[in-house]
């Protein structure tokens, strides 16, 4: 009888998850990178898994779009209702192993859903950023601006949206 009790208790923790919103494969994907450690590496098992099935590619369009979506959240000792992206409500170890999957994979990534990703990750707002985070993300735009046709024109990193003119137009 402890199993009937069990499932609700572990539905319920689902549903707190940041990510739990998300489809499926994506949600498999996120718990995965909180494996520990070796997060990444579970990661891309979890990416092998959902190809073999022969079903359509991993959707990362969605996925990176979803992670720069903002939600409202309340944080803080006085409870404010904030905006913040899925990407920085990802418990730090989550967010590292994604980073280090997304290196990974960097190939396969849709770089106009990558840019706004890094542009989030640099500009987390924490106190206490996380420097290994940020030298992932750091290495990870480098890659982007090798393969990129915008790699002439680096301000689009700083600051500039994806398709404004300042960006484009430069």
Not at 131 to 140: D, K, R, S
């Amino acid at each position: 009888m402890a199993a009937p009790e069990a499932a609700p208790a572990l539905a319920e923790s689902a549903e707190q998850a940041p990510w739990a919103q998300l489809e499926a494969p994506a949600r498999l994907l996120l718990r995965a990178l909180q494996a520990g450690p070796d997060g990444a590496r579970r990661g891309l098992g979890v990416l092998r898994a959902l190809g073999r099935r022969g079903g359509e590619p991993f959707a990362w369009g969605r996925v990176l779009e979803a992670l720069c979506r903002e939600e409202p959240v309340a944080e803080g000792p006085d409870p404010r209702l904030l905006l913040k992206p899925l990407l920085l409500r990802l418990p730090r170890l989550c967010q590292r192993n994604l980073m280090s999957l997304l290196m990974a994979v960097r190939p396969s990534l849709p770089e106009n859903r990558l840019l706004p990703l890094l542009q989030i990750a640099r500009q987390d707002p924490s106190p206490d950023p996380d420097a290994w985070l940020q030298a992932l993300g750091e290495l990870l735009r480098r890659d982007w601006m090798v393969g990129s046709p915008l790699r002439e024109h680096p301000h689009c990193l700083e600051g500039a949206s994806v398709g404004s003119e300042t960006c484009v137009g430069s």
